[in-house]
């Protein structure tokens, strides 16, 4: 027997189940989302990295430490050298690499020797 007027809908227990649903299937995408971000983020760290340590072995091959921000492979580099207590002949030398947003992506710290202070 059919009322006039009723209509047809889902019970409260139907709604419920699809909600959860809906929250898990949710859930599920934000871990994949949160995972492919961090994933991009170690790769520009390796890269940074290896950015890093390619200047710091071309420092000591020339024995010439850079003074100046600049850029390379998509990265500002900003180097920072400071003299080692006690030791004149010393240098450490500091590179940070920033990204396009001027977060910091990597850094890398070596003591050197310098150039003008070496011994025949």
Do not use: C, W, Y
Not at 23 to 46: E, R
Not at 80 to 85: A, N
């Amino acid at each position: 027997m059919k009322h006039p007027g009723m209509l047809k809908g889902a019970t409260i227990m139907e709604v419920v189940v699809a909600m959860v649903i809906i929250v898990v299937v949710f859930g599920m995408a934000m871990m994949i989302f949160a995972n492919v971000t961090n994933q991009g983020l170690s790769d520009k760290k390796i890269r940074a990295q290896a950015t890093l340590q390619g200047i710091l072995l071309q420092a000591e091959q020339s024995r010439q430490l850079p003074e100046e921000a600049f850029n390379q492979d998509g990265f500002r580099i900003i180097p920072t050298t400071t003299e080692v207590e006690n030791e004149p002949g010393l240098t450490e030398l500091h590179l940070t690499a920033f990204d396009d947003n001027q977060q910091e992506i990597a850094t890398v710290a070596e003591i050197m020797i310098n150039k003008n202070e070496t011994k025949p």
